[in-house]
């Protein structure tokens, strides 16, 4: 396996996505600091919350500026790796690090509510973001948009506004907006697993490779010019993916696969955990509310 510092330091890092993700950390702290008085019904931002939204800036840049997001061109497994951790684990994190009082002005304007009221509807949002990913992922597709800047710079944002728009209903903390209850939101994840299943076990169970820019070396080679200078890239010797990756192009496969159920699992179990017990608590609440009622006294007529 060849040292990744061949491809130079650009490549690598991505300096141009890195002072995005800081102007958005910028124009964050602005809003919630110094602004923060100009939206109404502002409150202080809980350093907790902070830290969430800072966490979900990291990852971005980590996924998609790191080496990360390099890895993701030349084997499939860090591909998929990337997505789980965009589409599965980011928007949750920006969910709940932006403050309520934020979300409405953001949100509550003319065209933009109706828009999100619409598309963040939970049958509406399960099916357009798994069909999207799923969509994605046919070889035919996939292989076409990989090798175009554009489209795959407007693929992905894409989906993860499909994602966010998904994971809204679940997860906003507004009261006006609340759609789904304890019970439903448990139902709600386990038909997020199930639409998503088909498209990981497609990946899973082939046994030959489905993705050219994984497997023909000159498919593969278009596909790194999306984060490799087409400079860099002339002065390289490059024969295939088989130069960085150990493992068999099929295993390789199965593997992105396997690791994109796992993130799915392991994000998916949390926040299942975290609603249940959260509703339970509340059902819990309600029962002693009622217990107490019942039990004090009556006023005589």
Request: contains cysteine; glycine residues 8%; neutral net charge.
């Given at each position: 396996m060849l040292n990744l510092e061949m491809f130079g330091f650009r490549a690598m890092w991505s300096p141009y996505f890195f002072l995005?993700?800081?102007?958005?950390?910028?124009?964050?702290?602005?809003?919630?600091?110094?602004?923060?008085?100009?939206?109404?019904?502002?409150?202080?931002?809980?350093f907790k919350q902070k830290a969430l939204f800072v966490s979900s800036i990291i990852l971005l840049y980590a996924v998609k500026g790191s080496p990360l997001d390099l890895m993701g061109h030349l084997m499939f497994s860090a591909h998929?790796?990337?997505?789980?951790i965009l589409y599965l684990l980011i928007p949750p994190l920006i969910i709940f690090g932006i403050p309520s009082w934020l979300w409405r002005a953001l949100i509550f304007v003319r065209g933009v509510k109706q828009i999100v009221t619409f598309?963040?509807?939970?049958l509406i949002a399960l099916i357009v973001f798994n069909g999207i990913f799923s969509l994605y992922h046919i070889p035919l597709v996939f292989d076409v948009v990989k090798t175009d800047h554009l489209l795959h710079a407007a693929v992905t944002v894409f989906i993860f506004i499909a994602a966010m728009l998904m994971w809204?209903?679940?997860?906003?903390?507004?009261?006006?907006?609340?759609?789904?209850?304890?019970?439903?939101?448990?139902?709600?994840?386990?038909?997020n697993g199930m639409l998503l299943t088909p498209?990981?076990?497609l990946i899973i169970f082939a046994d030959t490779p489905?993705?050219?820019t994984y497997a023909d070396p000159?498919?593969?080679?278009?596909?790194?010019?999306?984060?490799?200078?087409?400079?860099?890239l002339a002065g390289l010797n490059l024969t295939g993916p088989e130069m960085f990756n150990t493992l068999p192009l099929v295993e390789d496969q199965q593997l992105g696969g396997i690791m994109m159920k796992i993130i799915q699992?392991?994000?998916?179990?949390?926040?299942?955990?975290?609603?249940?017990?959260?509703w339970a608590r509340q059902e819990r609440e309600r029962d002693n509310l009622e217990a107490r009622k019942s039990l004090s006294p009556q006023p005589i007529e």
């Open positions: 995005f993700t800081a102007v958005i950390l910028g124009i964050y702290f602005l809003l919630i600091g110094p602004f923060r008085n100009r939206f109404h019904d502002s409150q202080p931002v809980s998929m790796t990337q997505m789980a598309l963040s509807k939970p809204w209903p679940l997860l906003n903390d507004l009261p006006e907006w609340k759609e789904l209850g304890g019970i439903k939101k448990i139902g709600y994840i386990f038909a498209a990981c076990a489905l993705y050219a000159s498919a593969w080679v278009s596909a790194l010019e999306l984060c490799v200078p087409a400079d860099m699992e392991f994000v998916y179990g949390s926040l299942l955990g975290i609603i249940f017990f959260k």
